[in-house]
């Protein structure tokens, strides 16, 4: 019997989350850079193993999505917070992750600083200290960087049934 596992990927508009879904799951051969706003919500399967899949939802990231948040993460075992690396950008996403942190309680939480390859990015460790919860960085738009969304994610559940046991 095939176990699902739900992992939630919230953050502002522009961060990356719809990219990052379409790199892990190579539902994409190509990898589009144009932004295409989320209406509501989006969602992608990682296969871990033949008893293990992971269900990526997307929870768009436009203020009038937000309504949606609580709902959608909702039997989360680990929540990604997509951010862009830039120091505005970061800001805004630790005032989300303040604005959720009842419904984060308890959840594992790491951060992805996207667009590393962006002029006037944060390293991944500065952003890490803003936020407060393990950082990595990434760019979403390199078809390169799959093995490493795919290991942040497994690491991430991993370390979540390591504490759990």
């Known amino acids: 019997m095939t176990e699902y596992v739900k992992v939630a990927l919230m953050g502002s508009g522009y961060a990356g989350k719809s990219t990052l879904i379409k790199l892990l799951t190579d539902r994409e051969a190509r990898l589009d850079s144009n932004y295409v706003p989320t209406a509501g919500m989006d969602c992608g399967t990682i296969t871990l193993d033949r008893t293990t899949k992971v269900s990526l939802v997307e929870m768009g990231g436009q203020s009038h999505f937000e309504f949606l948040w609580p709902d959608l993460l909702k039997g989360s075992k680990m929540v990604v917070v997509v951010t862009e690396s830039t120091p505005k950008a970061v800001l805004k996403t630790r005032q989300l992750l303040q604005k959720y942190r009842e419904q984060l309680a308890g959840l594992q939480v790491i ?4 667009k590393q390859d962006v002029s006037g990015s944060m390293r991944p460790e500065s952003v890490q200290d803003l936020l407060g919860v393990p950082t990595f960085g990434m760019v979403a738009i390199d078809p390169k960087q799959r093995v490493n969304g ?6 991430g559940l991993r370390q979540l049934c390591h504490v759990a046991a």
């Open 150 to 155: 795919y290991r942040v994610i497994v690491d």
């Open 111 to 114: 951060a992805i600083a996207n």
